[in-house]
């Protein structure tokens, strides 16, 4: 923390609740909009402290959370252009900033029954790229709850599936008994390195994880070695594009929004950092959100978004 401001507040406002409370107990809303400004976070978890770090190099909200006097919790939060700074009651706004594991770990449990609008968006365009591909050893690089697992085994390729959340692999290990599937689930984190031997799979299918990532020339690196030579990686995942326009890897559960970590990938860095690992780029598709099937969204959400980029699909040839 510092005592320099370290970005503008623009128009600052408090709700009514957290006036009353401020008059209350005699706390000055001055001190803590300045503790915020300066990179004071309050009590806010260390993902949300980290995001905060993300978000002044890269112009995103910002949030703080404080306690008055006599304990009651308020929110502090600068929207991402810095026009505009609210406090209000925590309690006022229900949301809760989860580190990956601790989101998937949640999430597990309704992630196949919710209706996901970036998985809709996603599905049929990668089904029609892998109709086009052969492939007989494939790796699934954070396989969550199988979704692609499951359907490339179901297609007789020898499956082998990875990730860091055991709640995820739980859901999609009893898919694949029920489904009397062989496929070899693995409980590890991407950045430790994949525990595999080089040239070991023809494909690798890495599903809408990437932007959760922090080291990503070292995800895609780690991709190019376990591939054998003419073998394809296709990376699916929400756009890089999505974080700037407000847009975050979302859940809600009774009542509560809970956000995860996204990185400051640019789409130029999913292409160069397979560039510079030996792949050659044979599919690029940058999926606007008007392309959503009509009942995944508001009409509010489509409004003037509908050609805003919210799905990255790339296909890749490992070369030798």
């Not at 995800?219 to 995942?237: C, K, M, P, S, Y």
């Amino acid at each position: 923390m510092t005592s320099t401001p370290l970005f503008g507040l623009g128009t600052t406002t408090i709700t009514p609740e957290a006036g009353a409370a401020l008059a209350r107990t005699g706390d000055d809303a001055g001190v803590f909009f300045a503790r915020h400004q300066c990179g004071d976070w309050g009590e806010v978890e260390d993902s949300t402290r980290q995001a905060n770090e993300l978000a002044l190099r890269h112009g995103r909200s910002l949030y703080s959370l404080y306690r008055l006097s006599d304990g009651t919790e308020v929110l502090v939060g600068t929207a991402a252009n810095h026009a505009s700074t609210r406090m209000l009651l925590a309690v006022e706004f229900l949301f809760r900033e989860m580190n990956t594991r601790e989101g998937y770990a949640l999430w597990a449990a309704s992630y196949d029954q919710e209706q996901n609008a970036l998985i809709a968006v996603e599905e049929p365009l990668v089904d029609a790229l892998l109709a086009e591909l052969s492939f007989a050893d494939v790796l699934d690089v954070g396989s969550g709850t199988g979704r692609y697992a499951l359907k490339l085994a179901r297609q007789g390729a020898q499956v082998t599936a990875i990730d860091q959340s055991p709640e995820m692999l739980a859901v999609a290990q009893d898919a694949a008994r029920r489904g009397r599937l062989a496929i070899d689930f693995l409980l590890a984190p991407l950045e430790d390195g994949l525990p595999f031997e080089a040239s070991r799979f023809d494909f690798l299918m890495c599903a809408l994880m990437l932007c959760h990532v922090p080291e990503l020339g070292h995800a895609i690196q780690e991709f190019a070695r376990v591939l054998r030579n003419g073998g394809h990686v296709l990376i699916t995942d929400f756009h890089p594009d999505a974080p700037g326009y407000g847009w975050r890897t979302e859940f809600r559960r009774s009542g509560i929004k809970y956000m995860l970590p996204n990185m400051p990938h640019t789409r130029a860095d999913y292409l160069e950092a397979l560039q510079a690992n030996g792949f050659t780029i044979l599919k690029v598709m940058d999926v606007p959100l008007g392309e959503v099937p009509e009942g995944y969204l508001s009409e509010a959400m489509l409004h003037g978004n509908e050609n805003k980029r919210f799905c990255l699909i790339i296909l890749a040839r490992r070369e030798g």
